[in-house]
């Protein structure tokens, strides 16, 4: 290997290794997500005796800080590469992970919340999405989803590993712990295994071999490059970035309400449990399907349908009063979840291209982030105002109906043809430099 520009030779795709590492990335954001933090926060209040309103606002106003600074991450991708910064971002968020076991002040424990959610929660899933379009396009949908079982691994194995640190030794062994492993296995897999682009290793995506080779002829779609700016000038962008900012509303209003709404409707904590494990044990699988059903149909089509499963999924939380109900809800959510994670990935670099895609994913991440802190507050000031929940979940249906049709509308942008092409694949055979 020579700085970097020769990859190791395997027997398929390098961009499968890409993959692998990139859902390694996706797993090891886990420190930095709340399904994690969560086991956390309990020690905080009884170790320092705050209140459980002082460490959710310092958690919500961390959370919304990190969620604008992912701009400038994202263009930090396109300037500097996903190898660089998955190496840098590692092992900052190693270092994060060691200030948390020492916070013993409100104001360390903001810097502590704020340093593993753009590291982590933002960081360490915005990168990871960046580099595998680039090694993909006919197969981006499923490579995409073969990502995200390290996001799903992350969410169910993470809680558990936490509690366990924490019962065998305490909480900040554990926040060290976690660091150890960024730096000891992660940062090291990155640095010996990222490449950046299949082109800087004298590949093309979605290529099989290690040499330029295709058995057969192989067609690869043209895309063109957008700037942050270029595609800011689109209606498609903006209705793209109203498409993400719904789910993110929705899913964390509902799920951090959940066992207040269940015992709302006559259910209790255990059907708010089982919802829950549901949508993930759903949600799981459907990545897969969403993967090739991405590879195969118009991408916003695929989207506007997800509005509809989240139209439908509403309507049964309002009527749901029975386990069977409730089971019923969870399949829809959690088939609805794993579609989106899956298209709102892929749509960003199908219509706007590879090559500046951590800037605009960047400013998808930021609208991500924001909208996640913002969703719960309308439902706990509804919940105080009518004494439960159903006239906000009501208002909640203009979000799929907007969103149903903004994902229609939403076609493919275009640009004059000088725009920048992938090159064609006869072009890297040997002896046909150019």
């Known amino acids: ?14 961009g499968w290794m890409i993959v692998l ?26 170790d320092f005796g705050w209140s459980r309103s002082l460490v959710s606002g310092i958690y919500s106003g961390a959370t919304l800080f990190a969620g604008l600074l992912l701009i400038l991450v994202g263009r930090m991708v396109d300037r500097f590469g996903q190898r660089a910064m998955m190496v840098g971002v590692g092992t900052l968020f190693a270092a994060a992970c060691f ?15 704020l340093t593993i959610r753009l590291l982590g929660q933002g960081s360490m899933t915005l990168i990871p999405n960046t580099l595998v379009p680039q090694w993909f396009i006919r197969k981006r949908g499923r490579a995409l989803s073969l990502m995200m079982i390290g996001g799903f691994a992350g969410a169910t194995f993470s809680p558990i590993l936490n509690a366990w640190m924490i019962d065998r030794w305490d909480w900040p062994t554990a926040w060290r712990i976690w660091g150890i492993l960024l730096l000891v296995v992660f940062v090291p897999l ?27 002829a192989v067609t690869l779609t043209q895309e063109e490059d957008w700037t942050l700016k270029e595609a800011m000038r689109t209606r498609t962008f903006w209705l793209i970035l109203m498409c993400v900012s719904f789910p993110a509303l929705v899913n964390t209003g509902l799920t951090f309400h959940l066992t207040s709404i269940m015992k709302d409707q006559g259910l209790g904590i255990s059907t708010a449990a ?49 386990v069977t109900t409730a089971v019923l809800f969870a399949v829809f959510w959690g088939f609805c979840n794993g579609l989106e994670q899956i298209v709102l990935n892929a749509i960003w670099p199908q219509y706007f291209g590879r090559r500046y895609l951590g800037s605009i994913r960047g400013v998808a991440m930021t609208t991500t982030v924001i909208s996640s802190a913002l969703g719960p507050l309308p439902y706990g000031v509804a919940y105080d105002w009518f004494g439960g929940y159903t006239e906000v979940i009501l208002a909640t ?20 043809p000088k725009s920048n092409q992938i090159v064609s694949p006869d072009l890297c055979q040997p002896g046909n430099k150019k």
Request: hydrophobic letters at 50%; proline letters at 5%.
């Open 274 to 322: 089982l919802v829950l494990s549901l949508m993930a044990g759903i949600g799981f699988p459907t990545t897969f399907a969403a993967g090739f059903a991405v590879d195969r149909y118009a991408v916003h089509r695929v989207l506007a349908f997800v509005f509809l499963l989240q139209f439908v999924f509403l309507v049964l939380v309002l009527n749901v009063h029975s």
């Open 397 to 416: 249906f203009a979000f799929p109906i907007v969103g149903f049709v903004a994902a229609l509308s939403s076609t493919p942008p275009r640009k004059s």
């Open 190 to 216: 990155a640095a010996i295994f990222v490449r950046n682009r299949p082109e800087d290793v004298g590949m093309l995506p979605d290529q099989s071999g290690n040499s330029g080779r295709e058995s057969g």
């Open 21 to 46: 590492i990139a859902g390694l990335g996706v797993f090891f954001s886990a420190p930095g997500q709340t399904y994690s933090n969560s086991i956390f926060i309990d020690y905080y209040i009884h």
């Open 99 to 113: 200030w948390n076991s020492f916070v013993f002040t409100p104001i360390m424990l903001f810097i502590g919340f």
């Open 1 to 14: 290997m020579e700085d970097g520009q020769t990859v190791f030779r395997t027997r398929f795709y390098y």
